[in-house]
């Protein structure tokens, strides 16, 4: 694993804290516990797609910030916000297929609201500013790493 995929892969796993810390401030841990327990299967498919993701992203982020340097922050935001969208959309899914076999006979346009959208609405209006500032360290971090010795 490269240092690049590695902070990325740091950043998910504090950014999975933050957004877990916020969760049980906003609302409770006993909350928290009752809520989660019916999402798990989403939020595993959910998590590993971040983790995915982000190792997909790796080497086209090292590229964008290797060409053009003075882009590393804009480019740390917008890759944190592409491991979130995927994420999310990921997770969102699973409920989305269960929900289409469970009742075929429903709107699928407002299934994908109630399963997809809304979720991307929620995550992104609590974590937009976490993920600026994590992907601003993440553009920051790359930028800076050491540079790799060549063979």
């Known amino acids: 694993m490269n240092s690049v995929t590695r902070f990325i892969f740091i950043v998910i796993g504090i950014d ?42 790796s080497p086209i982020l090292t590229r964008a910030i290797d060409s053009v340097n003075r882009m590393a922050i804009p480019f740390g935001i917008i890759s944190i916000a592409i491991v979130l969208l995927i994420g999310v959309v990921t997770g969102a ?34 974590g937009g500013i976490p993920v600026v500032i994590s992907g601003s360290i993440l553009g920051w971090l790359i930028k800076h790493r050491q540079p790799m010795k060549q063979a």
């Open 93 to 126: 899914s699973v409920e989305l297929l269960k929900d289409i076999f469970k009742s075929p006979n429903q709107d699928l346009l407002e299934a994908i609201f109630d399963w997809v959208v809304k979720p991307l609405i929620w995550i992104f209006l609590f």
């Open 16 to 57: 999975l804290v933050i957004a877990l810390i916020l969760f049980i401030i906003l609302f409770s841990l006993d909350y928290f516990l009752m809520y989660i327990g019916p999402f798990l299967p989403n939020l595993g498919i959910g998590i590993i797609s971040l983790f995915i993701t982000g190792h997909i992203l």
